[in-house]
Each structure stands twice: as C-alpha cells, then as structure tokens.
C-alpha cells in the first residue's frame, strides 16, 4: 500500500502592483485560481486589503503541487516582494472545503497574521531540521475565526 502523502503549507505576504486589485481584476484571478487548485487538489486562503494593497495567501496541498504553483505566484507580475511567512509540513488542512477561499481584509487584520510569525530569512530546506514547524496554532486559529465568516469560494 502506498504511504498517505504529507500536505504541506505555505502562507506568504505580497504587495499588489500598480493601483491595486480592482473587483474584476480579483474575480478574474480568483476564477483562474480556483479552477487550477481543484485539478490539483490544493485548497486557501486569500485575503487582500485594499487600503494597504497586501495580499496574504494560504496555499495547502501535497508538498510537490504547493511548492510548484507558489514559484509560479511568486512571478506573477500582478504583485511583488512575495515573502514566505512560514512554509511547513500540515496535519490537516486548514480550509478543506475551500478551492481559494476569498476575503477582503484590513490592514491591521494581515499585520495580525505577521506578527505570529517570526521571520523566516532563509527557505525551508536550507534551514536546520526541527525548525520546519508547524504553524502556530494561534495562527491558524486566527485565521479560521477571522475567514470562517467572511470568505467565500464562488
Ligand atoms: C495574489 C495571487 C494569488 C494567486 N493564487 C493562485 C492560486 O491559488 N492558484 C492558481 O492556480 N493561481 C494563482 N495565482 C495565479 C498565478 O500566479 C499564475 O498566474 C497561474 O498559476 C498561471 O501561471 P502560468 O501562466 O505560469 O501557468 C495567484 C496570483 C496572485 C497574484
């Protein structure tokens, strides 16, 4: 029997190009988003405040198919300085139901979200083992309270 495959996580922080994300520019995202992520079982969060143009995305999946869309995110010239907050392995999904789930936010909701985390300055295989940790439970309990009822994947 095959061995169950581990899901990872990636959660990053990113600043919109330009003007910012317009309504249409979002769904058009999202739309494009949404189908990829079911094709390849990955399921998130994003969350976008519009004040500050900060983005802050939760990608969950098996490790290979996480790791590969986010170097893809991490091109896409519609945001820029994409900066890994914690990337690690996952016991459960976060957001299971969820393609991509959507909320808008506000600035100081995202400066929430960073400030449980330590900066990570160097990628995850370059830093020693045991510090791949799993994301602070209080961020993921921040992030379930906060997203649960506000966001939307249609
Ligand atoms: C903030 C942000 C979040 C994104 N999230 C996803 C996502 O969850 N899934 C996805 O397939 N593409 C997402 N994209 C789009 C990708 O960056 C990229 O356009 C898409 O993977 C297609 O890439 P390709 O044209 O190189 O195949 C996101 C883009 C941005 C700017």
Not at 84 to 113: C, K, N, Q, S, Y
Not at 122 to 142: D, I, K, N, S, T
Request: hydrophobic share 45%; charged share 20%.
């Amino acid at each position: 029997m095959l061995a169950p495959q581990p899901l990872h996580q990636i959660i990053y922080h990113s600043l919109a190009t330009g003007e910012g994300m317009s309504p249409e520019a979002l769904a058009d995202l999202l739309r494009q988003a949404r189908a990829y992520n079911q094709a390849h079982r990955l399921t998130g969060l994003l969350l976008y405040a519009a004040d500050t143009q900060e983005f802050v995305q939760v990608l969950e999946g098996l490790q290979a198919e996480v790791q590969s869309l986010y170097a893809k995110i991490a091109r896409d010239p519609r945001h820029k300085h994409a900066f890994v907050l914690h990337e690690g392995p996952a016991e459960t999904r976060m957001f299971p139901d969820w393609r991509m789930g959507f909320a808008p936010a506000a600035a100081h909701d995202l400066h929430t979200i960073t400030g449980y985390l330590p900066l990570v300055s160097e990628p995850a295989h370059l830093r020693p083992p045991g510090l791949a940790v799993h994301a602070p439970a209080q961020l993921r309990r921040f992030l379930a309270d906060f997203a649960r009822p506000l966001a939307t994947d249609e």
